[in-house]
């Protein structure tokens, strides 16, 4: 394209759309030109209908467990049925020779967990004996012709194991003679919210901890200029992600080429780890995707059971299919980690505060990530703040990230502590917020979810007469905004005048491919269902991760301005046929034209003008307009944070201790919003979620065995239709000029929010505080003083 | 997953077992090749029943292992894989289809147990290339994120709109009251089951 100066250009910013303003950004010439508000648009903005919902519908959507591939073998994991064992011998034999197996190894993958450092001054010597650390820890693989003969198979392995004392409560692991998880300090990624990752951290016994960074000012002169503290403990329990469609993957090793269907929310990225894993060049690993029945975090990486897959794949050399059951997807497939969190809050009269700390432990079983997050740290204004995180490792799975990592828990703490705070300062929770949080797009929300919810007619905590007692409580999110931006798409016409999108970014449910088609639709004055969009496969250019909310920021921009320069080839194309300048052309409604719209050709005719049968441009995410924030590699934070503000409306039942919600209001915002009826679906699931995990959820283990008793969905209690409350979903149009599109996401912020909104909500209706989730009937009751309490939590 | 006997492991195992016996005994043992009259089943020395099922109005001969499921049979022989399966022991309602107009869990009946009963899938819901009114109503109303649920979704409220004219929030409630929806769809699904049923009755 044209050189590469960069041109001032003017953008729409602000969040009301009759008062909107401009701001001016230097952009390249690359870029294209600022998109006006959504109102003025044809079809960004507007509730265009799921692509993919006709296949949806029909059942003719393919997921990774509708693959078949000719001579596609079946595979089954054999997993520890003990919490901590040495496995002395393994015999496959039986297995192997069992009609029908093609194969059958050893398993002893441990992504996901933390692992031990080697003794300093040691160098890397024979590998010490393979040790199970949690049930469910993947002990060997077999594939076989038929799911039944690899089923009858894996009861042939003969398996010799040395229990060894577990420890599988997480008060029972900090104690001093607790049996430990692993004999010595451990590292490890940290995918579960906050706290440790790869730098050096004291490690004594199961505890691994205090992680301090984060914290800044001093909070001893804090707390001592306060005029009142509040505190409190609250514990959250461990959460499973539950996807419907169990992780799966079908592997298919080739001479000189591996392919693996799988149920990812990261194609790249598991690309590029298969490749790693493997010792193959990128060029020759391909991962596909089409339809993917829900991740939450916990399909992010290529994991254990695809590397089982893979080899047996290798060994069989042929297709291996695998699919996780309930059970084995309960008990190794991630989760969110329990966390135990001290907050203290010191405040002056006027609100303000002075001293803010967390003091937390979690435990991710045997991952590291039990922190809770930014949250604490960033929504308010605080110079003083202070952060003390620690992981607490039980024989359990490891816990991974999940919808809003760390600061789904945090903010189910902090939350209720700024209501307690407005409580004791006498001032509406709403007002206090005014005075300490920075964000104006959260006080516009608040004001709107004000107004929608009612939120005048709260009364006094624990007023009503009961037995049934309604209240009212307000919570709020915070999430970064999130970039990759190693973040890549093509678009083609062709010279039939069809088009088409490709990027390996996939659709996970979130609908990004009905937005791509829009966007492009846009740009070229075509309609969505006109554009072919090919997403979901690494052979095409490089699309960003599913997760972390950053989908939509990162991969819109790219297809709008690889939209636009490939738009730029037509019009040169057909410039003089049309008799006048490319840069005077304009496409809009099927046609190209010029600008005074004079003379003009649809779309179709203008393609056969083209030299060649198709004309591209890739595109990549460019920086956000007005710079980034941070960036860490890849990954960039965008300068302005996502909102969201969430009212809720229950009504508890003294008697029986059982709590309703009747209403949430959420109020979100997301940059310009692309697909309103999208964004409201994802708004109610993660509402859904979040009510979810408040009232029901609990992965529950049990200490005496180390078993999981609930590693199914009848146990594991999660909210359906009949616990759906009204839900009511607002989303402001945010426009702050920073990218082609300035669209960010919206997953998790919308499921942060819910749990502290209802904990203050039952606050408000019963009188008394619930520090511990689930808010089961039987913690309200023994809130209200009616059963004696129990015990902590696991 | 090894060691532990579930409640899927004994319906399967009773249910081989009951075939073994029970297929003889009843007289219904045919010779390979003569299986599939009516609902016939049949061993056939491999291990294998010959059954007929009739699904989505065509009768279908297969051969099968005798403990699979309905939603095995039609996921793996058949090669309908609009049926999902989420959980496999009716848990989630993923695996829906119609039995005699009834919607069932498909994990939860053995495909030799259906007998002359007549099964719609998902694939058999739409009339050629028009949807049914639910269908229509849920791409509508985006009553779907990851889509794994819909299939049973659909079943279960074409079963309810077609057998009540007007049901209220509630009753579409109830009605998919045992359907697991992990992305939180319900609010869409709601108003997409609402909208069906008047599409039907105007
Ligand atoms: S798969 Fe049949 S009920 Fe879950
Ligand atoms: S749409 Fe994903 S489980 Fe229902």
Known sequence: MAGNELRPMQYPVGIDPAALGEVERRVSPDEAPPLPPNARLAWIGKAVPRANGHAKVTGSALFTVDRKLPGMLHARLLRSPWPHARVLSLDLDAAARYPGVRAALPIHETVGRAVPLPPPGTSPSTPPARQVLYVGDIVAGVAAATPSAAEAALRLVHVEYQPLPFVADIEGARSGDAPHVFDGPVAGDSHAGGAGGDVPIAQQGNVRGPDRSGSRGNVREGFAQAEIVVEGEFRTQVQTHCCLETHAVVADWEADQLTVYMSTQYTVGVRDELARVFGLPLSRVRVVVDAMGGGFGSKSGAGNYVRAAVALSRQAKAPVRLVLDRREEQLDSGNRPATVQRVRVGARRDGSLSAVSVDSYGTAGVGIGAGVGNFAQSIYSCANFAIAQSDVFINAGPGSAMRGPGNTPGAFAFEQIIDELAERLAIDPLALRDRIDPSAVRRAERRIGAAHSGWSRRHAPGSDAGPVKRGRGVAQSFWGANVQTNSACEVRILRDGSVELLSSVQDIGTGIGTVLAQVVAEELGLRPGDIVVRIGDTDFPAGPPSYGSMTTASITPPARNASHQVLGKLFDAVASALGAAPENLVAVAGRIATADKSRSMSFREAATHLRTERISAVASRSDDYGGFARRFGDLASARNALGGVQFAEVSVDVHTGSVHVERIVAVHDCGRPMNPRQIESQVQGGVLMGLSYALYEERVLDRNTGHVLNADLEYYKIGRSRDVPEIEVIFLENYQGMSATDAYGIAEPANIATAPAIANAVYNAIGVRVRELPMTPAKILSALGRIPQRSGGQ | ?202
């Open chain 2, 1 to 202: 997953m090894t060691g532990t006997i579930t409640r899927r492991d004994f319906l399967k195992a009773t249910g081989a077992a009951m075939t073994g016996v029970a297929v003889p005994a009843a007289g219904l043992c045919a010779a390979p090749g003569e299986a599939g009259q009516g609902a016939g089943r049949a061993g056939n020395g491999s291990g294998l029943l010959a059954i007929s099922l009739n699904v989505n109005g065509a009768e279908r001969r297969i051969e099968i292992e005798a403990q699979m499921t309905l939603a095995e049979v039609l996921r793996g022989p058949l090669d309908m894989t609009g049926t999902k399966v989420g959980c496999d022991r009716g848990a989630c309602s993923a695996c829906t289809v119609w039995v005699d107009r009834v919607p069932v869990a498909s994990c939860m009946m053995l495909a030799v147990d259906v007998g002359e009963r007549k099964v719609v899938t998902i694939e058999g819901l739409a009339r050629g290339e028009e949807l049914h009114p639910v269908q229509a109503a849920f791409i509508a109303h985006d009553a779907m994120q990851c889509g794994f649920c819909t299939p049973g979704l659909v079943m279960s409220c074409a079963a309810l709109v077609e057998s009540k004219p007007n049901p209220s929030i509630e009753e579409i409630k109830d009605a998919i009251s045992g359907h697991l929806c992990r992305c939180g769809s319900y609010p869409h699904v709601f108003a997409a089951a609402m909208d069906a049923a008047k599409t039907l009755k105007g």
